[in-house]
Every structure is written in C-alpha cells, then in structure tokens.
C-alpha cells in the first residue's frame, strides 16, 4: 500500500495566539522574543503570519492592553443594572473591574511596570489603551455634567488628563499591594474615587464663583 506524500505546512496562528505566546515568552525568558522571525518559527508559524496582524512586538502589546481595557468596559456595560448607576458607582464598577482583569495577567503586568520609571505616566504599550480610556472617561464627564455630578468649569476639558493620572495611580498602587486579597486597593479605589468625584462636583467654591459673577453682573 503507497504511502500518500503530504507537504508540511505551517500552523496557522490567529491574532489572539500570538499575544497569548508573546505574553508567555516574556515571562519564561524574561524579555521579549529576539526577533519575529524566532518567535513565528517556535510557533511553527512564519514572519508573514504575523505580520498579517501586527506590525512590531510594541504593537502587539499595545493590543493586549487595549484587550483588556475593552475587556473591562464590555464587562461593566454588560451587567443590566449598570445603566443606573451614578457616574461615581460607574467609576468604582469599572476600576474594579480592571483590576479583576488584570489578575489573570499579573505577572506581566508586574515585570512591564517594573520596566517603567514611576514618573512615567504614557509608556509606549498603553498608547491604545489610552485612548479607549479617553473614550471612555470623557463619556462618563458629559454624563456627569448633564446629572449636574461634574460641575462645569474653565478648566473641565482638562478632567480627561486628571482621570488618567488617576487611572495609573491605582493600577500601580494595585501592582504594588501586597496586601490579603488586595484589600488596600480596594480601599484606595474607594477614597481615591469619592474625593475625585467631590472635586469635580459642585461646591462651596463653584458657589462663591456663581455669586461673585452674580455681584459682579449687579454693578
């Protein structure tokens, strides 16, 4: 009985094989792969394959962190009750929630911010994420602004920035905690939250302004 010949072919590798090795390779040898020619090849796969999805390793971990951020999002929308949250409880779901996500990659998320000075506040591989965040926040702003939770000020164009200062303190605070069950966390995405949303809210100050222009528009 003849043998059929059959020609070897390479594996094809999805989109989301090649973040799942690339995650994997980084932990087990302690820096990325030396080239996209190695790292297809262990994969039994080629450079053109990657390249169908990512142009760099630095793009591909822009996505995986975009992954998990819209990964965070989907989930908070998901839950039906969502909807009537106020934007200060939309807040706490979603930084919860983040951090929930982060978990299954903590490792990762450890050795990347490890790498990164703690004065950096825009390293390269959150660059994608950034701008879902963005997305995100300034939907949560406008909301705030129409319940009257986030007063209209000069300088509100400006929250954007405020809210991702935030966003890297509490996701470094997190990589840092050593914590039971990151119970110091917990409680910093609480205060931190109730006091950033007391400053954007309307106050004593927004009062005295709205009176001094009533005083002013008097003379």
Same mark, same amino acid.
């Given at each position: ?6 020609? &070897? ?5 999805? #989109? ?12 087990? @040898? *302690? ?10 090849? =262990? ?7 990657? /390249? ?10 822009? @996505?995986? $962190? ?15 009750? /969502? ?11 979603? /930084?919860?929630? $983040? ?30 994420? #950034?701008?879902? %965040? ?9 909301? *705030? #602004? ?16 405020? %809210? $991702? ?18 119970? #110091? ?6 205060? &931190?939250? =109730?006091? *950033?949303?007391?400053?954007? *809210? ?18």
């Amino acid at each position: 009985m003849e043998k059929t010949a059959t020609k &070897s072919r390479k594996k094809v590798i999805s #989109k989301a094989d090649f973040k799942k090795a690339f995650i994997e390779e980084v932990l087990i @040898s *302690g820096h990325n792969p030396a080239s996209v020619f190695a790292f297809a090849k =262990n994969l039994k796969s080629t450079e053109s394959e990657f /390249y169908k999805h990512f142009n760099s390793f630095r793009a591909l971990e822009r @996505s995986i $962190w975009a992954d998990w951020l819209n990964e965070t999002v989907e989930a908070i929308e998901k839950d039906a009750a /969502y909807v009537e949250y106020s934007v200060r409880e939309k807040l706490l779901a979603f /930084y919860f929630t $983040w951090l929930e996500v982060l978990k299954e990659n903590r490792s990762f998320v450890l050795k990347r911010f490890e790498e990164v000075p703690k004065q950096e506040m825009n390293p390269y591989f959150l660059d994608q994420l #950034k701008k879902r %965040f963005e997305d995100y926040i300034n939907e949560l702003v406008i909301e *705030g #602004k129409d319940t009257s939770e986030i007063a209209e000020r000069p300088f509100t164009s400006q929250y954007g920035k405020a %809210f $991702w200062l935030h966003f890297m303190f509490i996701t470094r605070f997190w990589a840092n905690d050593d914590s039971t069950d990151f119970e #110091k966390t917990d409680a910093a995405i609480e205060k &931190s939250v =109730n006091l *950033g949303l007391d400053l954007v *809210g309307k106050g004593p100050l927004d009062s005295m302004i709205d009176f001094a222009k009533f005083m002013f528009q008097q003379r």
